[in-house]
Protein backbone atom coordinates (compact mmCIF):
# COMPACT_ATOMS: atom_id res chain seq x y z
CA UNK A 1 0.00 0.00 0.00
CA UNK A 2 1.24 3.48 -1.00
CA UNK A 3 2.00 5.91 1.46
CA UNK A 4 -0.13 9.29 2.00
CA UNK A 5 1.07 12.36 2.79
CA UNK A 6 -1.79 15.31 2.82
CA UNK A 7 -1.40 18.05 0.38
CA UNK A 8 0.41 20.93 1.73
CA UNK A 9 -2.54 23.03 3.40
CA UNK A 10 -2.80 26.90 2.56
CA UNK A 11 -0.80 29.24 2.93
CA UNK A 12 -1.26 31.67 6.00
CA UNK A 13 -1.20 35.00 4.64
CA UNK A 14 2.56 36.53 4.46
CA UNK A 15 3.65 38.88 7.64
CA UNK A 16 3.85 42.12 6.15
CA UNK A 17 6.65 44.37 7.74
CA UNK A 18 5.27 45.79 10.30
CA UNK A 19 4.41 42.32 12.01
CA UNK A 20 7.68 41.23 11.33
CA UNK A 21 9.44 43.89 13.27
CA UNK A 22 6.60 43.24 16.06
CA UNK A 23 7.65 39.94 16.28
CA UNK A 24 11.07 40.37 16.25
CA UNK A 25 10.72 42.91 19.03
CA UNK A 26 8.41 40.91 21.23
CA UNK A 27 10.92 37.75 21.11
CA UNK A 28 13.16 37.40 23.93
CA UNK A 29 16.43 35.39 24.10
CA UNK A 30 16.50 32.04 25.66
CA UNK A 31 17.72 28.33 25.33
CA UNK A 32 16.23 25.15 24.26
CA UNK A 33 15.97 21.92 26.21
CA UNK A 34 19.10 21.01 24.87
CA UNK A 35 21.11 23.98 25.31
CA UNK A 36 21.28 25.33 22.18
CA UNK A 37 20.02 29.16 21.59
CA UNK A 38 17.07 30.45 20.18
CA UNK A 39 14.56 33.35 20.36
CA UNK A 40 11.29 33.05 21.81
CA UNK A 41 7.94 34.06 21.67
CA UNK A 42 5.56 33.51 24.98
CA UNK A 43 1.61 33.10 25.00
CA UNK A 44 0.91 37.22 26.48
CA UNK A 45 3.03 38.71 23.21
CA UNK A 46 1.41 36.59 20.81
CA UNK A 47 -2.03 37.02 22.35
CA UNK A 48 -1.26 40.91 22.32
CA UNK A 49 0.59 41.21 18.33
CA UNK A 50 -3.03 39.14 17.68
CA UNK A 51 -4.94 41.75 19.14
CA UNK A 52 -2.78 44.66 17.39
CA UNK A 53 -2.50 43.29 14.21
CA UNK A 54 -6.30 41.78 14.16
CA UNK A 55 -4.81 38.36 13.46
CA UNK A 56 -6.02 34.68 15.20
CA UNK A 57 -3.28 33.48 17.48
CA UNK A 58 -2.13 30.80 15.15
CA UNK A 59 -1.39 33.14 12.50
CA UNK A 60 0.62 35.18 14.21
CA UNK A 61 2.71 31.73 15.64
CA UNK A 62 2.85 30.61 12.32
CA UNK A 63 4.66 34.24 10.56
CA UNK A 64 7.37 33.89 14.09
CA UNK A 65 7.99 30.37 12.92
CA UNK A 66 8.50 31.14 9.56
CA UNK A 67 10.79 33.85 11.14
CA UNK A 68 13.11 31.49 12.94
CA UNK A 69 11.27 32.02 16.07
CA UNK A 70 9.43 29.27 18.46
CA UNK A 71 6.29 30.34 20.07
CA UNK A 72 7.61 29.24 24.11
CA UNK A 73 4.58 26.53 24.41
CA UNK A 74 5.86 24.46 21.35
CA UNK A 75 9.65 24.50 22.29
CA UNK A 76 9.56 20.72 23.68
CA UNK A 77 7.62 19.99 19.94
CA UNK A 78 11.19 20.28 18.70
CA UNK A 79 13.18 18.37 17.76
CA UNK A 80 10.24 16.15 17.16
CA UNK A 81 9.04 18.10 15.07
CA UNK A 82 10.85 21.09 12.81
CA UNK A 83 9.53 24.77 12.57
CA UNK A 84 8.63 24.49 9.14
CA UNK A 85 6.55 21.41 10.39
CA UNK A 86 5.47 23.34 13.41
CA UNK A 87 3.89 25.74 10.85
CA UNK A 88 2.52 23.16 8.77
CA UNK A 89 0.81 21.63 11.93
CA UNK A 90 -0.70 25.40 12.56
CA UNK A 91 -2.19 25.57 9.08
CA UNK A 92 -3.55 21.81 8.63
CA UNK A 93 -7.35 21.09 9.83
CA UNK A 94 -8.49 17.94 11.31
CA UNK A 95 -12.19 16.66 11.88
CA UNK A 96 -12.39 14.45 14.75
CA UNK A 97 -15.98 12.67 15.26
CA UNK A 98 -16.49 11.55 19.09
CA UNK A 99 -15.68 13.20 21.73
CA UNK A 100 -15.85 10.26 24.27
CA UNK A 101 -13.21 8.22 25.50
CA UNK A 102 -10.98 8.09 22.13
CA UNK A 103 -11.59 11.35 21.02
CA UNK A 104 -11.40 13.32 24.95
CA UNK A 105 -7.51 11.81 24.34
CA UNK A 106 -7.08 13.18 21.00
CA UNK A 107 -8.28 16.49 21.57
CA UNK A 108 -5.78 16.75 24.19
CA UNK A 109 -2.89 15.36 22.26
CA UNK A 110 -3.72 17.70 18.99
CA UNK A 111 -4.59 21.02 20.86
CA UNK A 112 -1.51 20.66 22.91
CA UNK A 113 0.51 19.77 19.70
CA UNK A 114 -0.75 22.95 17.64
CA UNK A 115 -3.15 21.43 15.14
CA UNK A 116 -4.17 24.81 13.76
CA UNK A 117 -8.05 24.13 13.02
CA UNK A 118 -10.37 21.63 14.84
CA UNK A 119 -13.57 20.28 14.14
CA UNK A 120 -15.09 17.39 15.90
CA UNK A 121 -18.67 16.64 17.02
CA UNK A 122 -20.39 14.53 19.32
CA UNK A 123 -24.13 14.51 20.52
CA UNK A 124 -23.60 12.93 23.74
CA UNK A 125 -23.49 14.07 27.09
CA UNK A 126 -21.10 12.82 30.16
CA UNK A 127 -22.55 9.92 32.12
CA UNK A 128 -20.90 8.64 35.32
CA UNK A 129 -19.59 5.31 33.70
CA UNK A 130 -18.20 7.41 31.69
CA UNK A 131 -15.37 8.48 34.59
CA UNK A 132 -13.77 5.34 34.70
CA UNK A 133 -11.80 5.97 31.08
CA UNK A 134 -12.93 9.74 29.25
CA UNK A 135 -9.87 12.35 30.02
CA UNK A 136 -13.07 14.97 29.23
CA UNK A 137 -15.27 13.97 32.04
CA UNK A 138 -15.71 14.96 35.62
CA UNK A 139 -18.16 14.53 38.49
CA UNK A 140 -19.10 17.97 37.62
CA UNK A 141 -19.22 17.12 34.10
CA UNK A 142 -22.10 14.70 34.02
CA UNK A 143 -25.69 16.01 32.15
CA UNK A 144 -22.88 18.18 30.64
CA UNK A 145 -22.57 17.74 26.48
CA UNK A 146 -19.25 16.32 25.78
CA UNK A 147 -18.68 19.27 22.79
CA UNK A 148 -19.22 21.79 25.67
CA UNK A 149 -16.38 19.98 27.51
CA UNK A 150 -13.85 19.60 24.63
CA UNK A 151 -14.62 22.75 23.57
CA UNK A 152 -13.61 24.33 27.47
CA UNK A 153 -10.75 22.02 27.57
CA UNK A 154 -9.13 22.90 24.22
CA UNK A 155 -9.63 26.57 24.96
CA UNK A 156 -7.94 26.22 28.61
CA UNK A 157 -4.95 24.66 27.14
CA UNK A 158 -4.56 26.21 23.81
CA UNK A 159 -6.32 29.24 22.63
CA UNK A 160 -4.30 29.58 19.38
CA UNK A 161 -6.04 26.54 18.30
CA UNK A 162 -9.47 27.41 16.75
CA UNK A 163 -11.41 24.16 17.78
CA UNK A 164 -15.02 24.13 17.29
CA UNK A 165 -17.26 21.29 18.20
CA UNK A 166 -21.07 20.58 17.42
CA UNK A 167 -23.40 18.84 19.83
CA UNK A 168 -24.79 16.33 17.56
CA UNK A 169 -24.67 12.72 15.98
CA UNK A 170 -23.76 13.10 12.81
CA UNK A 171 -25.61 11.21 9.67
CA UNK A 172 -23.75 10.73 6.37
CA UNK A 173 -24.57 14.59 5.26
CA UNK A 174 -22.91 15.61 8.75
CA UNK A 175 -19.85 13.79 8.22
CA UNK A 176 -19.25 14.98 4.81
CA UNK A 177 -19.73 18.40 6.16
CA UNK A 178 -18.00 17.47 8.95
CA UNK A 179 -14.84 16.38 6.68
CA UNK A 180 -14.51 19.49 4.18
CA UNK A 181 -11.11 20.99 3.98
CA UNK A 182 -9.55 18.63 6.49
CA UNK A 183 -6.40 17.02 5.49
CA UNK A 184 -7.21 14.18 7.93
CA UNK A 185 -10.10 12.09 9.31
CA UNK A 186 -10.18 10.59 12.98
CA UNK A 187 -12.11 8.14 13.98
CA UNK A 188 -12.87 8.14 17.47
CA UNK A 189 -16.62 6.49 17.75
CA UNK A 190 -17.65 3.86 19.41
CA UNK A 191 -18.63 0.49 18.25
CA UNK A 192 -19.27 -0.39 14.18
CA UNK A 193 -22.76 1.47 13.26
CA UNK A 194 -21.39 4.48 12.00
CA UNK A 195 -18.23 3.76 11.33
CA UNK A 196 -18.99 2.85 7.19
CA UNK A 197 -20.58 6.41 6.56
CA UNK A 198 -17.53 7.74 8.25
CA UNK A 199 -15.05 5.73 6.55
CA UNK A 200 -17.32 6.69 2.82
CA UNK A 201 -17.23 10.44 3.72
CA UNK A 202 -13.47 10.37 4.04
CA UNK A 203 -13.19 8.36 1.02
CA UNK A 204 -15.16 10.91 -0.80
CA UNK A 205 -13.31 13.76 0.40
CA UNK A 206 -9.86 11.83 -0.66
CA UNK A 207 -8.24 12.23 2.91
CA UNK A 208 -7.30 9.49 5.07
CA UNK A 209 -9.21 8.37 8.03
CA UNK A 210 -7.54 7.40 11.38
CA UNK A 211 -9.28 4.83 13.05
CA UNK A 212 -9.14 2.93 16.43
CA UNK A 213 -11.31 0.93 18.68
CA UNK A 214 -10.77 -0.74 21.91
CA UNK A 215 -12.01 -4.26 23.49
CA UNK A 216 -10.59 -5.10 27.09
CA UNK A 217 -6.81 -4.44 26.87
CA UNK A 218 -6.57 -4.93 23.18
CA UNK A 219 -6.11 -2.11 20.78
CA UNK A 220 -6.62 -1.42 16.96
CA UNK A 221 -5.30 1.58 15.51
CA UNK A 222 -4.95 2.42 11.80
CA UNK A 223 -4.94 4.43 9.13
CA UNK A 224 -7.40 4.19 5.92
CA UNK A 225 -6.89 5.13 2.87
CA UNK A 226 -9.62 6.21 0.29
CA UNK A 227 -11.34 3.45 -1.10
CA UNK A 228 -9.16 1.32 0.99
CA UNK A 229 -9.95 -1.57 3.47
CA UNK A 230 -10.38 -0.77 6.81
CA UNK A 231 -10.62 -2.92 10.38
CA UNK A 232 -14.22 -2.70 10.65
CA UNK A 233 -14.71 -4.44 6.80
CA UNK A 234 -12.80 -7.60 8.89
CA UNK A 235 -16.19 -7.88 11.84
CA UNK A 236 -18.70 -7.64 9.55
CA UNK A 237 -22.27 -7.58 10.47
CA UNK A 238 -23.40 -4.08 9.56
CA UNK A 239 -22.96 -2.71 13.08
CA UNK A 240 -25.44 -5.35 14.60
CA UNK A 241 -24.99 -7.14 17.11
CA UNK A 242 -23.14 -6.04 20.52
CA UNK A 243 -19.70 -4.02 20.85
CA UNK A 244 -16.54 -6.03 21.78
CA UNK A 245 -16.12 -2.93 24.26
CA UNK A 246 -19.46 -4.05 26.11
CA UNK A 247 -18.85 -7.15 26.48
CA UNK A 248 -14.70 -7.14 27.58
CA UNK A 249 -14.38 -3.28 28.72
CA UNK A 250 -12.89 -0.46 28.00
CA UNK A 251 -10.22 0.00 31.03
CA UNK A 252 -8.72 3.49 30.76
CA UNK A 253 -4.87 2.45 30.15
CA UNK A 254 -6.27 0.75 26.98
CA UNK A 255 -8.10 3.54 25.79
CA UNK A 256 -5.38 6.34 26.63
CA UNK A 257 -3.25 4.03 24.52
CA UNK A 258 -5.65 4.34 21.61
CA UNK A 259 -5.86 7.43 21.80
CA UNK A 260 -2.39 8.68 21.90
CA UNK A 261 -1.45 5.70 18.75
CA UNK A 262 -4.01 7.63 16.98
CA UNK A 263 -2.54 11.17 17.84
CA UNK A 264 0.49 10.39 16.77
CA UNK A 265 -0.82 9.00 13.32
CA UNK A 266 -2.57 12.17 13.04
CA UNK A 267 0.16 14.41 13.65
CA UNK A 268 2.60 12.78 11.46
CA UNK A 269 0.31 13.11 8.61
CA UNK A 270 -0.82 17.03 9.23
CA UNK A 271 3.21 17.42 9.64
CA UNK A 272 3.60 16.19 6.00
CA UNK A 273 4.83 13.16 6.81
CA UNK A 274 3.91 9.60 5.69
CA UNK A 275 1.88 7.87 7.63
CA UNK A 276 2.71 4.47 9.46
CA UNK A 277 -0.14 2.87 9.34
CA UNK A 278 -1.39 3.56 5.89
CA UNK A 279 -3.47 0.11 4.97
CA UNK A 280 -1.97 -1.13 7.91
CA UNK A 281 -3.66 -2.00 11.63
CA UNK A 282 -1.51 -1.99 14.66
CA UNK A 283 -2.91 -4.51 17.03
CA UNK A 284 -1.50 -3.91 20.73
CA UNK A 285 -2.06 -6.52 23.64
CA UNK A 286 -2.29 -4.59 26.92
CA UNK A 287 -2.45 -7.34 28.83
CA UNK A 288 0.96 -9.29 27.56
CA UNK A 289 2.17 -5.67 26.03
CA UNK A 290 2.66 -7.54 22.44
CA UNK A 291 2.48 -5.52 19.51
CA UNK A 292 1.83 -6.25 15.88
CA UNK A 293 1.58 -4.40 13.15
CA UNK A 294 0.00 -6.18 9.93
CA UNK A 295 -1.20 -5.22 6.52
CA UNK A 296 -5.40 -4.71 6.15
Known amino acids: MAHHTPPLPAAAAPAGPALAAALEAAARDGTYPDGRPGRFLDVPAVAELAARFALAPR ?27 QARLLASKAALVGLGGLGGGIVENLVRAGV ?118 LFGGGGSGTAAED ?22 LLAGRPGALCGKVLIADLETMRFDTVSL
Request: charged share 20%; net charge negative.
Open 116 to 233: GIIEAADGDVFEESNLNRQLLSRLDAVGRPKATLAAERAAAVNASVEFRARAAFLDRAGMDALLDGAAVGVDALGGLRDRPALTAAAAARGIPLVTAAVAGYTVLVATVLPGGPSPAD
Open 247 to 268: VLGCPSPAVMAAAALQSAEVVR
Open 59 to 85: LVEIAALEAGLTPLRYARNLHAFSLAE
